[in-house]
């Protein structure tokens, strides 16, 4: 499988990453493109993928990443265009929906747009996708195999994408502030700050492999640590006084203003 990345920014490095340490595929089958020359081949470098242009990109490749920010991709449309009709075109351009790339695209063009966020990086993303693309079935199921591998692949109604955008994309920066903020407490109390950090983190992950594997309800996780008058429910009763459920439903509803 061969993957042509436009655009090399930080989330399609991520998702170059991704694929490359978690996804089984080899750097040589990807090849990036970007308008920054020198820029690219020191990103390329590092990643010990290839660089090349855009057409380079495309043409080569059965998986396209149109990763550039949402003002480049007519231009990026005119310039490629002709050489996407049969592959699997991915747009991680936030904003541009698959109704404007139909507009733009020549016939023949298949296209998902999704949404990433940056754990793909270390297998562990999620890719938010529109369900009104136009892959035809054997390529989705490629598509989903292939990103499969790093992410959680999930399908929303056109409608749902931003706002699924924003519960995967956005609140990574959220729990690295619980992290902080767990670790902080640690070291308030006496512990270093690296242990602290492991502690936290591990269990952060734990927790969420833990709900994910078992589908049990996480109000029922809860309750299974809380023992009657035990010290786990005091400090869950002190984070429903402090109002941090009320605090994170506003932190998204901040957002979607």
Same mark, same amino acid.
Not at 22 to 28: F, L, Q, S
Not at 179 to 184: G, H, M, P, T, V
Not at 226 to 243: F, Q
């Given at each position: 499988m061969k993957i042509g990345i436009i655009g090399l920014g930080s989330m399609s490095s991520a998702i170059a990453k991704g694929l490359i340490a *978690?996804?089984? %595929?080899?750097?040589?089958?990807?090849?990036?493109?970007?308008?920054?020359?020198?820029?690219?081949?020191? +990103?390329?470098?590092e990643l010990g993928i290839k660089a090349g242009t855009s057409a380079e990109a495309a043409e080569s490749s059965d998986i396209v990443i149109i990763g550039v920010i949402p003002g480049q991709v007519e /231009? &990026?449309?005119?310039? %490629?265009? =002709?050489?996407?009709?049969? +592959?699997?075109t991915v747009s991680i351009a936030y904003g541009v929906s698959h109704e404007r790339?139909?507009? %733009?695209?020549?016939?023949?063009?298949?296209?998902?747009?999704?949404?990433?966020?940056?754990? &793909?990086? &270390?297998? +562990?993303?999620?890719?938010?996708?529109?369900?009104? *693309?136009?892959l035809t079935k054997e390529q989705f199921d490629v598509f989903k195999d292939v990103f499969g591998r790093i992410s959680l692949v999930e399908l929303l109604s056109p409608e749902l994408l931003d706002l699924g955008g924003i519960v995967a994309g956005s609140t990574p920066a959220f729990m690295d502030m619980v992290?902080?903020?767990?670790?902080?407490a640690a070291v308030? =109390?006496?512990?270093?700050?690296?242990?602290?950090?492991?502690?936290?983190?591990?269990?952060?992950?734990?927790? /969420?492999?833990?709900?994910?594997?078992?589908?049990? =309800?996480?109000a029922a996780l809860k309750d299974g640590v809380?023992?009657?008058?035990?010290?786990? %429910? +005091?400090?869950?009763?002190?984070?429903?006084?402090?109002?941090m459920r009320g605090a994170f439903i506003k932190a998204i509803a901040a957002i979607m203003k």
């Open positions: *978690h996804g089984g %595929i080899a750097p040589e089958n990807i090849t990036a493109s970007a308008r920054n020359r020198a820029r690219l081949e020191s +990103k390329c470098s /231009a &990026v449309a005119r310039e %490629i265009g =002709h050489l996407l009709p049969d +592959k699997i790339y139909m507009e %733009i695209l020549p016939e023949g063009c298949n296209v998902i747009c999704t949404v990433p966020n940056t754990p &793909v990086e &270390v297998g +562990k993303g999620v890719f938010v996708c529109s369900n009104d *693309h136009s992290i902080e903020a767990l670790s902080d308030l =109390h006496g512990m270093p700050r690296d242990t602290s950090y492991r502690l936290v983190e591990k269990m952060m992950e734990g927790t /969420a492999a833990y709900a994910m594997e078992s589908g049990t =309800h996480p809380c023992s009657p008058g035990g010290a786990t %429910i +005091k400090g869950v009763a002190s984070l429903e006084e402090s109002g």
